[in-house]
């Protein structure tokens, strides 16, 4: 194929330019195969000219949960192939203006599987959960918004502009009551029925005559006669509609040029504005699988229960019998339809950062799987509702369907923030759980999602700190991954007059991006573990400003006031046993004087360093049955270390064959000399020094962990100290 076969972008006439889609064609789409079946036409607009149009929301890669431990068995069953959705392989050519233009398999999916008559449904329909259940066109009708009108009417042969409401309200009856002449005109041409009554028998001029709009009244009967005033004969020509919004498509991957850095920098400031002012966006989740249409009915099920879910008895994701259900007051949710909902949460499109701000600033919002419609309102309401169930019992329960290697986190957690965000950025200091849009709350909330380009995990924020802040935010595509993530960083830290940001730091060895600063955190990964910004040894003293530095350099100003002596093992994740108890912690404590400059205890200073003192209420300071938990923990944390090691007895003599047997050597060692002629004082200082903490591999062993143990219970007696007895 020659190079002038592929389409080539032309320079944007202006800044504020954007390109649109229209699918001209779709014609003899085989799904097995690459070919060019769609043929498509590009326009110029400028945005500040409002034209209609809707927006595209999807991912460009994968959409399924391909990496998941669970699922990707059950698709390979399926023989569900993923070979093309490669970059490469799976790039799928259409006609754009005559010429080729390769996208993704996903979009190319999109393009061909989303129904032609996605918006007039819409339009056709009001929400489930209101009385009156009013459509767009009532809305239209009422508000006296004829663009709005225009643009629902040109939704296609399908749209019904006689839909009425729960009551049996039509939009004519709403234009005659609140005296909308023009969209009365508007109605009539568009085929209205004037005829239709609703449920207390009204007709559309009952309710022009009974609010005093005249005109309306004399406009409705002359039309029913038949009759038409002096002037006003074209009124009975069928309307011209201009195109709907579903006849125009703003898409990110080709209405893009992405090799132009500077239009991409440009368009990508813009986005924050092109999906606010498209009439709504259409949210592509992907091909369906074997799960999607389980998975809809259950959202229908969910949502339409009587009773509040968050507060029955049913523990998500569980396998639990009917009658759980039936004392809630919920329709049964069996554990296939966990299964296909965990399968829609898991998708590939809840894991990319773009669609924050694409859910947060857009209008209406039409969810697509193949050709199912995934009702998007419902669709929110259970991911909260699962997402607070789970809250209130206090553990997350879908770890079936969580990598073992993976951040323990609500399944449904990415939905749930979308729908926070949103309401946030609607409500203000009125939303539920209201937070302030910045750098910094937005960056922790949305660490795990993903951005294929690195630098994005920035840059898709700026789109909603341009609509809440007063600067302007402009991404600048020439920069390194390495500069954008620390100039974020000392901008994060700058604005919230904190240096927390740092605790996001990790170690190199952890790290994706490893040419990162020593300072700066590596955004890239889709987690960091935060808790270390609980702890505050400042206290309230003031935070100096940060010094004027190059963007790799961070100046900043302290005194010494100790000396790290060692530090514990980095932990392997959720799955590591050590993030419960790790053994080094009895070392480390070794190293610190029995009096804790605080006066408490060593035992009490871990427990409390562990939760940062706080109650899981994130009141300060934690409960003294914390400690006492934390006691009861470290012992059976030893139990299962002394089952580990009865085990290896067996090959080892020379390890304790029992739990039992391990507590009377140790207490053997302490009850004869020297051990037992020491005072709490030697004990303290022959154990206080690297290197005499037994902190070597030969002193890790179940004997060696109660010996340290020891220690504490004979230097500090205390109420969170097991003691051999």
């Known amino acids: 194929m020659s190079d002038t076969d592929l389409y080539k972008y032309t320079t944007l006439p202006t800044s504020t330019s954007i390109r649109l889609l229209r699918i001209d064609s779709k014609k003899n789409i085989?799904?097995?195969?690459?070919?060019?079946?769609?043929t498509c036409s590009f326009k110029t607009v400028d945005l500040n000219t409002n034209p209609c149009y809707h927006s595209l929301s999807y991912t460009w890669g994968n959409p399924y949960p391909a990496d998941n431990e669970y699922f990707r068995p059950k698709y390979d069953e399926a023989q569900l192939s993923f070979n093309k959705y490669d970059p490469e392989k799976g790039k799928c050519g259409i006609r754009v203006d005559g010429k080729l233009l390769y996208v993704s398999r996903n979009l190319f999916d999109a393009l061909c599987s989303?129904?032609?008559d996605a918006w007039a449904r819409n339009c056709n329909r009001g929400n489930s959960k209101k009385t009156k259940a009013h459509a767009p066109l009532h809305w239209a009708s009422i508000s006296g918004n004829e663009k709005f009108l225009l643009s629902i009417l040109a939704g296609g042969r399908s749209l019904d502009v006689n839909v009425v409401d729960g009551v049996g309200r039509s939009g004519l009856s709403f234009a005659a009551e609140f005296g909308r002449l023009g969209i009365v005109k508007i109605l009539m041409r568009a085929g209205a029925d004037s005829g239709i009554a609703d449920a207390e028998g009204k007709l559309a001029v009952d309710y022009a005559k009974g609010n005093g709009h005249e005109e309306i009244?004399?406009?409705l009967e002359t039309w029913e006669a038949g009759e038409m005033r002096e002037g006003e004969e074209n009124l009975r020509t069928p309307i011209q509609l201009p195109d709907g919004p579903q006849d125009w498509v703003w898409i990110d991957q080709i209405c893009i040029n992405q090799e132009d850095l500077e239009e991409r920098a440009t368009q990508v400031t813009m986005m924050d504005q092109i999906y606010q002012k498209a009439q709504y966006t259409l949210l592509w989740l992907g091909a369906e699988d074997q799960y999607t249409e389980t998975a809809i009915k259950a959202i229908w099920k969910i949502d339409s229960a009587p009773a509040d879910f968050r507060h029955s008895e049913i523990t998500p994701y569980a396998d639990e019998g009917k009658e759980v259900y039936e004392r809630g007051g919920i329709p049964f949710i069996s554990p296939q339809e966990w299964t296909a909902l965990a399968a829609l949460f898991l998708r590939d499109y809840f894991r990319r950062l773009w669609v924050v701000q694409e859910n947060v600033l857009s209008g209406t919002i039409l969810g697509y799987?193949?050709?199912h419609e995934v009702p998007w309102r419902e669709f929110c309401r259970v991911a909260q509702l699962v997402y607070f169930r789970q809250l209130i019992l206090g553990h997350i329960t879908s770890?079936?369907?969580?990598?073992?290697r993976d951040v323990v986190d609500g399944i449904e957690s990415r939905a749930v923030s979308l729908v926070q965000w949103r309401e946030r950025f609607e409500k203000g200091d009125e939303a539920a759980l209201p937070k302030i849009f910045c750098l910094e709350n937005l960056v922790f909330d949305t660490w795990n999602f993903r951005a294929t380009d690195p630098r994005d995990k920035i840059f898709g924020l700026y789109g909603l700190l341009n609509r809440t802040g007063q600067s302007k935010w402009r991404p600048d595509y020439h920069k390194s991954v390495e500069e954008v993530y620390a100039q974020a960083t000392k901008t994060i830290m700058q604005e919230s007059g904190e240096l927390r940001m740092l605790s996001a730091a990790v170690d190199y060895s952890l790290r994706n991006i490893p040419t990162l600063p020593s300072w700066v955190p590596d955004y890239s990964m889709t987690y960091t573990n935060m808790m270390s910004s609980e702890y505050k040894a400042a206290g309230d003293l003031p935070v100096y400003?940060?010094?004027?530095?190059?963007?790799?350099?961070?100046?900043?100003a302290g005194v010494k006031i100790d000396t790290v002596l060692d530090i514990g093992n980095t932990t392997n994740g959720p799955s590591d046993l050590h993030m419960i108890f790790d053994p080094r912690w009895l070392e480390l404590l070794l190293l610190l004087p029995v009096k804790y400059h605080n006066g408490q205890t060593r035992t009490e200073a871990l427990w409390r360093t562990i939760c940062a003192d706080h109650h899981v209420k994130r009141t300060i300071p934690a409960p003294a049955s914390y400690g006492e938990a934390f006691r009861k923990a470290l012992c059976v944390m030893l139990s299962v270390l002394a089952k580990q090691e009865t085990k290896m007895a067996i090959e080892d003599p020379k390890l304790p064959p029992s739990l039992k047997a391990a507590l009377g050597r140790v207490r053997k060692i302490w009850s004869t000399p020297p051990m037992s002629t020491m005072t709490a004082e030697d004990i303290e200082f022959d154990f206080s020094e690297p290197g005499r903490n037994l902190s070597g591999p030969e002193h890790r062993n179940l004997i060696y962990y109660l010996f340290k143990l020891q220690c504490f219970a004979a230097t500090e007696p205390s109420l969170f100290t097991p003691t051999l007895d």
């Open 30 to 38: 085989n799904d097995s195969t690459n070919n060019t079946h769609i």
């Open 545 to 556: 400003p940060i010094r004027p530095t190059a963007w790799d350099v961070l100046g900043v």
């Open 369 to 371: 799987c193949g050709k």
């Open 399 to 404: 770890t079936i369907y969580i990598n073992r």
């Open 217 to 219: 009244v004399t406009f």
């Open 114 to 116: 989303v129904p032609d």
